[in-house]
């Protein structure tokens, strides 16, 4: 018989417990950025949208704007109309007569006898404005051009971007790990006849070609009837070329080389209006056309840079570690713009956070002095499972830290908490996406109380409300979850799809949208694709993607839930869950784990982290199958692909593998399938 269920299909079935509180402690707060509790008072909806004028206050403006928010091509935001401004300007030239000689940018190579490169504010500013000579007058852009990207962590990257912003020539950096096919695609659908790469970086103390990666751009970019007349190639080893590829006559530049010719140039920023697009970054997808989210320059600065010294307490003194790539959202607003408009110090590192081995990112920060580490669920597990002792060994002292990218498991949460920062560092598990441009739900960290597993309240100025499908809104302590969207616009929101502004609306406000054609910011709700429940406490608990939930004989499930609830089996430290095809029940959980270095797999294990999922959660939940795995299928960026997992489980091909950093754990997962036979 069918079962029945009275949740629609934008409520999901929530069994998480809810978790106590952690207090931050009295001497951050002492020292913090905000401690103002009127702040949400000033950011109410009655004073929406000059609030935000608070945000724009901290940068530095050619001309002040006109109008804070224009609503006239609604859902097209238009925020600081009037403005005039240069985000490079106030990411380096107006911290010169202060902060001269401070390091902006500390590099740290992968490979660990090489040493660290500190950038001074002073170099920062040169080496800017003669790459922005180099790319006006070398390559001929101008206001407006798009240059694509395909550098990996390296100082020589924000510089670029700089350089790009100086001059009003919107860039495109694509993830260093993508293949010349991917960021080909980016190429044509931006209209970038210049790219930008290196030729060779350093991943897992290998030398990567990247070079071989624009040659092949180049070429599937052609074939696709789009012509790149220049590909500019810094060297990894400045005055030493590091790829074998060979350059080709009248297209490949060396940068190092071409550089010398602008010597002491010095480029006045462009006084861009502040609606003007700063950058695109693609939204990443193995499927279907590449997706450019365009960020505007006023609006999207100020976000991010109110939100780098109140979210993340950056002052000019500290030292800062995002430990993400600048190849995504999170690197550009929170390495590159963000701290840098502040006038902080920010680490940039090459390589991979486990090599040589799991202490480098403590020893990193021990080095250095680093007082502000962020970064993602997925790096902070793969450091637990690698050395979860390590940070013990190691003196750095963190006074704050913040994770980023999906939601961190409670079991997770706390050991970053207790191991990382020690028992003393203030965590902010904040929640947004690529279109975001900066946090929108996260605690303030001398305000606000932490929790684990959940988000916390909205940003000062951020209004949220959680819908079902029909559009009623779903109230606060309900215990009920639905689809997270926002009432309001604010500064960070990105302005539209590159290119395609009906997917724009219709992925993003069509859904919720009450009036067609009206100018009220009020009829056009943003819809994120997240799934989420606000408890009484009136902090958001994210629970993943719509997509990433599995209708159970009509008990809809959140993936991060079981995952969150195998996580607390402390011989556990990774999970994933996909959906497999069942004739009686639609849908059913297959579990994947995997294990602390030592602890062997066993059919006693499987049964007792089964056992945990139907505790924590229900019995409908229970895994199908506990597959326990030597290691999960992951990207370059370390996110486990679910797609792999899910063609294992039900016995299909897995597709293109050839993008994976450990394609080779396929094979071995095929092998773990053949020998089970579920």
């Known amino acids: 018989m069918e079962q029945k269920t009275d949740l629609s299909e934008a409520e999901i079935a929530v069994h998480w417990q809810e978790e106590g509180y952690y207090q931050p402690s009295t001497s951050f707060i002492a020292q913090a950025n905000l401690t103002d509790p009127d702040i949400f008072k000033r950011f109410s909806v009655d004073n929406f949208p000059e609030c935000f004028k608070e945000f724009a206050d901290l940068l530095t403006w050619f001309k002040y704007w006109e109008k804070t928010l224009d609503t006239s091509n609604a859902p097209f935001w238009r925020w600081f109309v009037g403005g005039r401004i240069n985000a490079s300007y106030n990411c380096v030239d107006r911290h010169l007569e202060k902060y001269r000689n401070k390091a902006a940018i500390h590099f740290v190579p992968e490979l660990e006898h090489e040493p660290v490169q500190h950038v001074t504010y002073q170099e920062l500013y040169v080496r800017?404005?003669?790459?922005?000579?180099?790319?006006?007058?070398?390559?001929?852009?101008?206001t407006g051009d798009r240059v694509t990207l395909h550098m990996p962590m390296v100082p020589e990257l924000p510089i670029t971007m700089l350089a790009c912003a100086r001059i009003g020539v919107i860039h495109s950096q694509v993830f260093s790990g993508f293949s010349g096919k991917a960021c080909a695609d980016r190429i044509v659908d931006s209209g970038s006849r210049v790219l930008i790469t290196m030729d060779g970086y350093y991943r897992s103390g290998t030398m990567q070609d990247q070079k071989e990666k624009a040659d092949i751009a180049v070429k599937d970019a052609a074939a696709e009837g789009y012509k790149v007349d220049t590909v500019l190639i810094w060297q990894r080893?400045?005055?030493k070329y590091s790829s074998p590829q060979k350059l080709v006559e009248g297209r490949d530049v060396i940068v190092n080389d071409a550089l010398k010719h602008y010597r002491g140039a010095r480029i006045e920023p462009e006084h861009m209006p502040a609606e003007a697009p700063l950058f695109l970054m693609y939204t990443s997808g193995t499927t279907g056309k590449p997706k450019g989210c365009q960020?505007?320059?006023?609006?999207?600065?100020?976000?991010v840079t109110w939100t780098s010294k109140n979210i993340q307490d950056i002052h000019p003194e500290d030292v800062y570690w995002c430990m993400a790539d600048i190849g995504?959202?999170?690197?550009?607003?929170?390495?590159?713009?963000?701290p840098l408009a502040l006038g902080a110090s920010s680490v940039i590192y090459e390589g991979v956070p486990t090599y040589p081995d799991p202490g480098?990112?403590?020893?990193?920060?021990?080095?250095?002095g680093v007082n502000i580490f962020h970064t993602s669920p997925t790096a902070i597990r793969a450091l637990r499972r690698a050395g979860p002792d390590e940070p013990q060994k190691y003196n750095f002292r963190f006074k704050h830290m913040t994770t980023v990218g999906e939601p961190v498991e409670p079991e997770v949460w706390r050991w970053y908490y207790e191991h990382v920062g020690k028992g003393a560092a203030v965590i902010v598990d904040t929640w947004w996406q690529t279109e975001n441009g900066g946090f929108l739900c996260s605690t303030i960290p001398a305000l606000n109380p932490m929790k684990p597993g959940s988000a916390g309240p909205a940003l000062p100025g951020i209004?949220?409300?959680i819908y079902d499908d029909d559009g009623n809104e779903i109230p606060r302590g309900a215990n009920r979850a639905g689809n997270i969207c926002i009432r309001n616009p604010w500064p960070g929101i990105f302005q539209t799809v590159w290119g395609d502004p009906d997917r724009f609306v219709r992925q993003y406000y069509e859904r919720y949208n009450k009036k067609k054609g009206s100018t009220d910011w009020r009829d056009w709700p943003y819809f994120a694709g997240d799934g989420a429940m606000q408890p009484p406490d009136g902090y958001y608990r994210i629970l993943g993607r719509i997509d990433d939930v599995i209708n159970v004989a009509g008990h809809r499930l959140g993936t991060k839930e079981i995952e969150s609830a195998a996580l607390t089996v402390p011989e556990v430290v990774e999970a994933a869950v996909v959906p497999v095809p069942d004739e009686v029940k639609g849908r059913v959980p297959d579990l994947y784990v995997a294990l602390k270095h030592g602890i062997k797999?066993?059919?006693?294990?499987?049964?007792k982290i089964a056992k945990a999922v139907i505790t924590e959660i229900s019995p409908i939940a229970r895994p199908r199958k506990v597959w326990i795995v030597p290691d999960m299928p992951k990207t370059r960026s370390g996110k486990i692909m679910r797609r792999v997992?899910?063609?294992?489980s039900s016995g299909k091909d897995a597709g293109d593998v050839s993008t994976l950093a450990n394609p080779e754990v396929v094979a071995e997962l095929r092998k773990l399938a053949e020998q089970t036979k579920v």
């Open 128 to 142: 800017v404005n003669e790459m922005a000579a180099l790319l006006r007058n070398l390559c001929g852009l101008k």
């Open 601 to 607: 797999a066993s059919r006693e294990l499987e049964e």
């Open 645 to 648: 997992l899910a063609a294992v």
């Open 360 to 368: 480098r990112p403590w020893r990193i920060a021990e080095e250095l």
């Open 328 to 338: 995504w959202i999170t690197g550009h607003s929170y390495i590159v713009y963000g």
């Open 237 to 239: 080893y400045p005055g």
């Open 295 to 303: 960020h505007s320059t006023g609006g999207y600065l100020a976000y």
């Open 463 to 465: 209004y949220p409300v």
